[in-house]
């Protein structure tokens, strides 16, 4: 039924002609173990609509000399639009095709995308990525927000809200990927002061930890200290603060059932108000958002 209602709104004929190729034709095993047919080997003519680059183990660890790589170059030049799912940016970075761009893949696999890649201005917060005619997602499942959005461009929202309904799916997901990845903690700094100040941080994020007081405690000047915290760590103390507590609010939200002001105060932020903003900063979520998509069952009385 759905099937017939969709081709009803796009016409007789499929969307979409899509074409599995690999390196081999013939059965291809996936890291999950599952085993996918292709239909030919790496085309080397002919027009392609959209070059497709799937994750897995494998795309992590090419690099600009491996022959798919270098077929890659090559049939992108010849593509109205490349995309990829995941780990695929990897090859698309050692291509060449995200030089001087803005792209996304898995949170996990962001640090180590941009450290390969300096060129590429690595996303690790979005579920998907649009720069021009290449397109990059998020982890596993944003390959499905990924192919709603390429729906909606190629065919109209009312085609991709159809799919997205028969699917039972966020047409376009709210927040990114901050709300699903764990805590973010930056290693312990080898510099014993800066250390002392994360450990301060961590043992207790409600405390009041200004800049003038966390300086204090660990015995520097607040503008040496601030110099050496962002130097050593990356960010300064400011916002590695924030980071923390908003980490301590997601559990607590998670995991205990309190009301969205009492996690804000036992997560170091004072008011409602500041860990709403705080969080639409980090995550693209408010706290009850959050709260509804993440609570555990036994603290959301049922209803999520």
Known sequence: ???????????????????????????????????????????????????????????????????????????????????SVCTGAFPLAAAGLLDGLSATTHWRYAHALATAYPAVDVQPDPIYLRQGRIWTAAGVTAGVDLALALVEADHGVDIAQFIARELVVFLRRPGGQSQFAGPVWSPPARQPSIRAAQDLIHADPAADLRVPVLAARVGMSERHFSREFTRTLGRPPGDYVEQVRVDVAKRLLESEPVLVTVAAARAGFGTAETMRRAFLRRIGVAPDQYRRYFATPSHTDGRT
């Open 1 to 83: 039924m759905g099937a017939t209602r969709l081709l009803a709104l796009i016409g007789s004929e499929p969307g979409y002609r899509v074409t599995f190729v690999a390196a081999s034709p013939g059965t291809v095993t996936s890291d999950s173990g599952m085993r996918l047919c292709a239909d030919g080997p790496l085309p080397e003519s002919g027009q392609i609509g959209t070059l497709l680059v799937p994750g897995g183990s494998g795309a992590r660890d090419m690099t600009p000399d491996d022959a798919f790589v270098g077929w890659l170059r090559r049939a992108a030049t010849r593509s109205a639009r490349v995309v």
